[in-house]
């Protein structure tokens, strides 16, 4: 299981969005959070690793 999908389904998107709202404000920058969009997280999830990671 990769750390983002352990994250996404094990801790819950609570904890992620909490960590992106505290960075945005302590930078002064707006987030988005495109991953949100289930099609989305679905089809990422879907991918091989070595697809979505390369040396690091």
Request: overall charge negative.
């Amino acid at each position: 299981m990769t750390s983002l999908h352990f994250h996404t389904t094990e801790m819950g998107l609570e904890e992620l969005l909490r960590f992106a709202d505290r960075n945005s404000m302590a930078h002064g920058c707006e987030v988005r959070l495109p991953f949100l969009n289930h099609e989305l997280a679905e089809f990422v999830f879907s991918l091989p690793a070595q697809l979505k990671m390369h040396e690091g």
